[in-house]
């Protein structure tokens, strides 16, 4: 489950509603969380803040963490990754490293720079829609093949996606996650993806869809992942989804805001009565929401 950056109205970090945010990770069973990836607007964050999502996401919970690095320069990436580990009250599980070239021996330079300064696996994220770099199939199974010792998993986001899975996960031996706030989930499944490192409002879905999945296979994981498929597609909206997703984690009690930092957009006005709509035709979420009572 990736994590947002919240903010109270003053767009201060908002740490409680961070917390929230890994209570509702542990209540749908998560196998983790990704901080500071890019639904976390790390870009947007100060070095400082960086470092306080870091300690509270490593304080506040068991969880296994990723920590998403925004920097693409290797210098600035070990740099920023160096910060936040000095903030860490415990190990991270890896850190979430973007493709910033189309070749592979500059990719390989660059995974190897950051897992040898902080000697951390790395998590290959693959999403030229965040880094403006788009690198073909093959050198990108090059680069993970190189990198094999302390390559933990890659993350597939350049669409399409169920073929690019499809292919590294015939090449690497590293697991192959999906994103893209879930829009090709069960394609993705289908074509050989271990699960779904994303961002979405509600992770009740992933969790039904990931475990009708390994139970009963496409069919299964179809049916599951239906009834939220509107809602996927409805916050996948390019420029917008950010703040969709906020909001409704916002309705769900999760967040204090939804407010989004500057020049991010902030939620049309207009689309506020559709996002009702679809919040009144999810399935129910068993139990409530955990965080009510405290």
Do not use: N
């Amino acid at each position: 489950m990736v994590l947002a950056s919240p903010f109270d109205d003053a767009l201060t970090l908002d740490t409680a509603s961070l917390e929230r945010q890994l209570v509702l990770a542990d209540s749908v069973s998560a196998q983790g969380v990704v901080a500071l990836g890019v639904f976390g607007e790390a870009d947007a964050l100060t070095r400082a803040e960086q470092q306080d999502v870091v300690r509270t996401v490593t304080g506040s919970s068991d969880l296994p963490v990723v920590l998403g690095l925004s920097a693409r320069t290797t210098a600035v990436a070990v740099d920023q990754a160096v910060s936040c580990l000095e903030a860490a009250e415990r190990q991270p599980r890896a850190l979430m490293v973007q493709v910033h070239s189309p070749r592979a021996d500059v990719l390989v330079q660059h995974f190897t720079a950051i897992h040898e300064a902080t000697g951390l696996p790395v998590v290959v994220q693959d999403y030229p829609a965040a880094s403006g770099v788009t690198v073909v199939a093959d050198a990108l199974v090059e680069a993970v093949r190189a990198c094999d010792g302390f390559v933990a998993a890659v993350k597939a986001e350049s669409a399409p996606t169920p073929p690019a899975i499809a292919t590294l996960t015939a090449a690497v031996g590293a697991p192959v996650f999906g994103g893209l706030g879930g829009v090709g989930l069960v394609d993705e499944l289908g074509c050989g993806a271990a699960g779904a490192m994303t961002g979405m409002s509600h992770p009740e879905g992933l969790r039904a869809t990931l475990d009708a999945q390994a139970s009963g296979g496409f069919a299964a994981a179809h049916a599951a992942w239906a009834p939220w498929l509107p809602l996927v597609t409805f916050e996948g909206q390019l420029k917008v989804g950010l703040a969709i997703r906020k909001e409704i984690l916002r309705r769900r009690g999760v967040l204090a805001t939804g407010r989004v930092r500057p020049p991010a957009a902030p939620l049309p006005p207009s689309l506020v009565p559709l996002l009702e709509q679809h919040l009144s035709h999810l399935p129910p979420t068993p139990g409530g929401d955990p965080w009510t009572s405290d």
